[in-house]
């Protein structure tokens, strides 16, 4: 008995230090229930189609990812503005000028570059609280998509079509979200700068006495995040044929939603785009299921603070069991 008794503790420590190492399993587990339970209502659920409709969500949610892990409350509410930016700007200045092309793809990822790097610079130089500075990024950026388009804009017979369906034999979701991951892989996997995010956003006072540049690497994450909301504008127009401003809000408070469900840290120096990944899986599965079932929108937001409450406490606890032990 007493063996037992002593093992019993030590196999409740293991489960929840693994829990805590992978905090996106609570999303992933919700995830793979949905998407089972999905199959099963719908027989007619197609691969390609899904995963065109999931990567503007899954795009928004990896694009907030860099910002939080910065740490400081690095939450960044321009994100869906800046993705709306993007797919105006191709719409109404790369397209009639002759770059709508796969050109156009690296120039808007730059132009979302600029625009994190600026929010980073105001953050960082102005010493400013960073829900306030992307809060005013957000503002700034919604005005400007609806002065470039105060109506939508139709766009047709471009390449960007392929992500509402397949590229080849590939589908088209799937490569919209290997954008993002590849260039977080660049950044992150071939330099020093994924430690260096985790060094900042875990204690920024260490890391620089440390010598590490903290100013920099929270600007790039800004940045970073800014080239990698840029791929969803390309995406919006892709499964909509149109450039429309009233997207700007559409994905500010959903990719919150996602990346927190998915188990990030929101205090920073944590996770990845994995998080992201997931969390925004299971929200949209979500979203499906609902659908099927007819249950009625207003019970959505319901429903989402229910699971965002229960992943929070979920982590807590799993963070918790390793520290006690």
């Given at each position: 008995?007493?063996?037992?008794?002593?093992?019993?503790?030590?196999?409740?420590?293991?489960?929840?230090?693994?829990?805590?190492?992978?905090t996106h399993l609570?999303?992933?587990?919700?995830?793979?229930?949905?998407?089972?339970?999905?199959?099963?209502?719908?027989?007619?659920?197609?691969?390609?189609?899904?995963?065109?409709?999931?990567?503007?969500?899954?795009?928004?949610?990896?694009?907030?990812?860099?910002?939080?892990?910065?740490?400081?409350?690095?939450?960044?509410?321009?994100?869906?503005?800046?993705?709306?930016?993007?797919?105006?700007?191709?719409?109404?200045?790369?397209?009639?000028a002759g770059l709508?092309?796969?050109?156009?793809?690296?120039?808007?990822?730059?132009?979302?570059?600029?625009?994190?790097?600026?929010?980073?610079?105001?953050?960082?130089?102005?010493?400013?609280?960073?829900?306030?500075?992307?809060?005013?990024?957000?503002?700034?950026?919604?005005?400007?998509?609806?002065?470039?388009?105060?109506?939508?804009?139709?766009?047709?017979?471009?390449?960007?079509?392929?992500?509402?369906?397949?590229?080849?034999?590939?589908?088209?979701?799937?490569?919209?979200?290997?954008?993002?991951?590849?260039?977080?892989?660049?950044?992150?996997?071939?330099?020093?700068?994924?430690?260096?995010?985790?060094?900042?956003?875990?204690?920024?006072?260490?890391?620089?006495?440390?010598?590490?540049?903290?100013?920099?690497?929270?600007?790039?994450?800004?940045?970073?995040?800014?080239?990698?909301?840029?791929?969803?504008?390309?995406?919006?127009?892709?499964?909509?044929?149109?450039?429309?401003?009233?997207?700007?809000?559409?994905?500010?408070?959903?990719?919150?939603?996602?990346?927190?469900?998915?188990?990030?840290?929101?205090?920073?120096?944590?996770?990845?785009?994995?998080?992201?990944?997931?969390?925004?899986?299971?929200?949209?599965?979500?979203?499906?299921?609902?659908?099927?079932?007819?249950?009625?929108?207003?019970?959505?937001?319901?429903?989402?603070?229910?699971?965002?409450?229960?992943?929070?406490?979920?982590?807590?606890?799993?963070?918790?069991?390793?520290?006690?032990?």
């Open positions: 008995m007493s063996t037992v008794a002593q093992r019993t503790p030590a196999i409740r420590r293991d489960r929840g230090s693994r829990f805590a190492r992978h609570f999303a992933l587990v919700l995830a793979a229930t949905l998407l089972i339970a999905n199959l099963a209502l719908q027989p007619r659920f197609g691969v390609t189609a899904q995963l065109a409709a999931l990567a503007p969500l899954g795009i928004a949610a990896m694009a907030s990812v860099p910002s939080i892990m910065s740490g400081r409350g690095g939450i960044d509410l321009s994100v869906s503005p800046l993705m709306t930016l993007s797919g105006l700007l191709y719409a109404t200045q790369l397209q009639p709508g092309g796969y050109v156009a793809l690296p120039l808007l990822m730059a132009v979302g570059a600029l625009a994190g790097t600026v929010t980073g610079l105001l953050i960082v130089v102005g010493r400013l609280q960073p829900i306030v500075v992307t809060l005013a990024m957000f503002f700034v950026l919604t005005g400007l998509d609806l002065k470039l388009s105060p109506s939508p804009t139709t766009v047709s017979g471009t390449w960007m079509a392929g992500f509402a369906g397949s590229m080849g034999p590939v589908p088209g979701g799937l490569v919209a979200l290997a954008v993002p991951v590849a260039v977080w892989l660049l950044v992150t996997r071939l330099t020093t700068y994924g430690s260096l995010l985790r060094a900042v956003g875990g204690n920024d006072v260490t890391a620089f006495t440390s010598g590490v540049p903290v100013g920099a690497v929270r600007v790039l994450a800004y940045a970073l995040g800014g080239a990698m909301a840029a791929v969803g504008g390309l995406v919006l127009i892709g499964l909509a044929s149109t450039a429309d401003a009233g997207t700007s809000t559409a994905y500010t408070l959903i990719a919150i939603a996602a990346v927190s469900l998915g188990g990030l840290p929101l205090q920073g120096g944590g996770g990845g785009i994995a998080n992201a990944l997931v969390g925004a899986a299971a929200i949209y599965l979500l979203q499906s299921l609902l659908g099927v079932l007819q249950v009625s929108q207003t019970w959505l937001q319901v429903i989402y603070g229910a699971l965002l409450i229960g992943a929070v406490l979920f982590g807590a606890i799993a963070a918790r069991e390793p520290k006690e032990g």
